[in-house]
């Protein structure tokens, strides 16, 4: 690690933490900093940058997107706050590190550029006979910053990680979340919360474990970690940022207060959600009997076509198994589709 690198003066001056990760697709030597109101900025490699404020913290926030690079308003949100943050302008209360999972991918335009980061993590970007490639590299060093990062937190403290992104269909309930399988552990209402306050009503609640970044910072380092999609993917500069109003101001909460009061909770401002079933592609010759504009969160009758895999078509199994996150061109054995049934409240939550 350089002491001071060359970008330092310039960072310190635009904040442009974006652009500096852009320039430096896949490696960007580690730096330091300590604000005027004495945060300690960490860099610890192209888009990954630490705020550690002066005052004794409860929380260690993850903020991450740009795991899939053409997912732009997720960015553009992380882009915003860290100005914020770097020029002065909020102050923070507790630790935060922010990632841009794929800075090339960004550059690009594209969801990745050999193979989606978010199939790597929880150790499956190292696999016996499978060549390394830059997002393997990527998701190995992702994990270890993830790791270090809770490690230095206070004993104690909260884990929390969102990992912020966008789908690539439209959905009829616009922002949802998906949060991982927790392995028996009850979900929290108090997340729940959390994510309403962001103008998130609608979550998925995974049964089985993945390969996610989402799942990695749940399953490894117990934190409350979530997928957020916050929208359809767009270019930058064709977001209507003012659909992110809420999100971007609940995100700025958790990192610059103390304590975050949410409302009660209210099971009546959910829609919530159980995967009913994955499936993957396992052919060449895959593909959906739906147009490209039908939406996440569309519901099919028991016996309809929902997915041809070859010779095998497969039927709805259930009235009104709904449609997620529909992609033909998954790469073989990946999943092409979830779908999803109505989930009531129980007594599985605290
Ligand atoms: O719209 C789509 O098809 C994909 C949007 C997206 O990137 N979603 C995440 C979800 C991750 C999870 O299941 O927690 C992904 O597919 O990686
Ligand atoms: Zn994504």
Known sequence: MSANPSYL???KQTGDFLTLSRNNEWHLDAGEFVLDNG?????????????????????????????????????????????????GELVLKQRVLFIYGNPQSINIGLRFVEENLNRLFNGHHTVEGVPMNNERNRAAKLEQYVSDFYARGQQGSS??????????????????????????????????QFLL????????????????FSYYSSFVHGADSFTVELGQVKPFGQNDMAR??????????????????????NASEFELFEVHRTINRTQDDFSFPFSDDAENFTGFAKGE??????????????????????????????????????????????
């Open 244 to 265: 992110f109003e809420k999100t971007k101001q609940t995100l700025t909460a958790l990192i610059s207060q103390n304590e975050v009061k949410y409302p009660d909770f």
């Open 197 to 212: 306050s962001s103008g998130v009503n609608t979550v998925l609640m995974m049964k089985s474990p993945a390969t996610t």
């Open 305 to 350: 076509l929902l997915a041809t895999d070859g010779d095998t078509a497969i039927y709805a199994d259930v009235e009104g198994e709904a449609i997620i996150f529909p992609n033909a061109s998954v790469a073989l054995g990946q999943r092409a589709l979830l779908t999803v049934i109505p989930m009531d409240i129980d007594s599985n939550f605290v």
């Open 159 to 192: 884990r929390c990680h969102y990992d912020l992104h966008t789908a690539i269909r439209g959905s009829k309930n616009e922002k949802f979340a998906v949060y991982p399988f927790l392995h028996g552990k009850p979900w929290k209402k108090s997340q729940l």
């Open 9 to 11: 003066n310039e960072l």
């Open 39 to 87: 945060t300690c900025v960490n860099i610890h490699d192209t888009g990954v940058i630490e705020f550690q404020p002066a005052v004794k913290t409860s929380k260690d926030v993850i903020y991450s997107s740009a795991v899939h690079g053409n997912e732009t308003a997720p960015i553009e949100i992380c882009d915003a706050l860290i100005k914020q943050i770097i020029k």
